[in-house]
């Protein structure tokens, strides 16, 4: 077990369907994943995930003191729409022509 790593959430120790779908680490200065990218049968599917996600950090770093998540919310959603923006430019065959 790596020093930094997050023990799972108490939860899935008692839901014998459980399962981990993502791992997210920060390494050498970016994102790294390890995901189970068919988890959900559908790739849209993640877009689900990913707003739970951004509602449960809003909420936790509300409960740390910082700001309340309505506000967080709007900030992750901010940078969040930016960032798909951007990919959504360099993924679009437009982008790709020479």
């Given at each position: 077990?790596?020093?930094?790593?997050?023990?799972?959430?108490?939860?899935?120790?008692?839901?014998?369907?459980?399962?981990?779908?993502?791992?997210?680490?920060?390494?050498?200065?970016?994102?790294?994943?390890?995901?189970?990218?068919?988890?959900?049968?559908?790739?849209?599917?993640?877009?689900?995930?990913?707003?739970?996600?951004?509602?449960?950090?809003?909420?936790?770093?509300?409960?740390?003191?910082?700001?309340?998540?309505s506000?967080?919310?709007?900030?992750?959603?901010?940078?969040?729409?930016?960032?798909?923006?951007?990919?959504a430019?360099?993924?679009?065959?437009?982008?790709?022509?020479?």
């Amino acid at each position: 077990m790596h020093p930094h790593q997050l023990e799972p959430p108490h939860e899935v120790f008692h839901d014998p369907k459980a399962g981990e779908v993502a791992r997210a680490w920060i390494c050498n200065g970016g994102l790294s994943l390890s995901l189970h990218a068919m988890a959900f049968g559908k790739p849209e599917i993640w877009g689900h995930v990913l707003a739970g996600m951004a509602q449960q950090i809003a909420s936790a770093c509300a409960e740390m003191g910082h700001g309340n998540a309505s506000e967080n919310f709007a900030a992750i959603r901010k940078v969040l729409n930016e960032d798909l923006n951007k990919v959504a430019a360099q993924l679009s065959p437009l982008a790709n022509k020479s």
